[in-house]
């Protein structure tokens, strides 16, 4: 049997990018970090989140039928460690609202999702999203590695 901890820390080696998974039912608005994320498909335009199974999040995936993914950028740590449940205080967060859905303003990439598919996997619930519409912006990505926050370095230009 493969030890948890190992296992962490070997997916841990692989560096991600940082998201927030957003999503409304009725006036309530619900945010997560995830760095479980990908593109799937370009014919149909797909993207992938896996959520834990125990967290509140699903229950907003799938009574509204949709949801944002926002791409963080380099200068979110504090909203990421904030949608993850690393900083205990009460915020009044001002989302940006795209197509209807609420996005997290700044983020180099807003995704607004319908569900496409969900499947269960072990712990957690994978859902496919059907991107209907994106913005892009410019700036470097927060990315997650190791277990810890990091930017991106451009080394050949800095040589």
């Known amino acids: 049997m493969l030890d948890d901890r190992l296992f962490r820390t070997a997916m841990g080696k692989f560096t991600t990018g940082v998201t ?36 509140t999040m699903n229950s907003y995936i799938e009574g509204s039928g949709e949801f944002a993914v926002s791409i963080l950028n380099d200068q979110q740590q504090d909203m990421s460690a904030y949608f993850a449940g690393q900083i205990n205080d009460e915020r009044s967060i001002n989302f940006e609202w795209f197509q209807g859905v609420p996005t997290v303003q700044g983020a180099i990439v807003r995704l607004i999702c319908n569900v496409y598919t969900m499947t269960e996997a072990g712990d957690h619930i994978l859902y496919v999203g059907q991107v209907k519409d994106l913005q892009v912006e410019d700036g470097d990505p927060l990315v997650f590695y190791g277990g810890e926050y990091r930017q991106v370095i451009d080394r050949i230009k800095a040589e």
């Open 20 to 55: 927030i998974i957003t999503a409304q039912v009725g006036e309530d608005v619900r945010g997560m970090t995830a760095n479980a994320f990908m593109s799937v498909s370009l014919e149909p335009k797909l993207i992938l989140v896996s959520v834990d199974r125990k967290a």
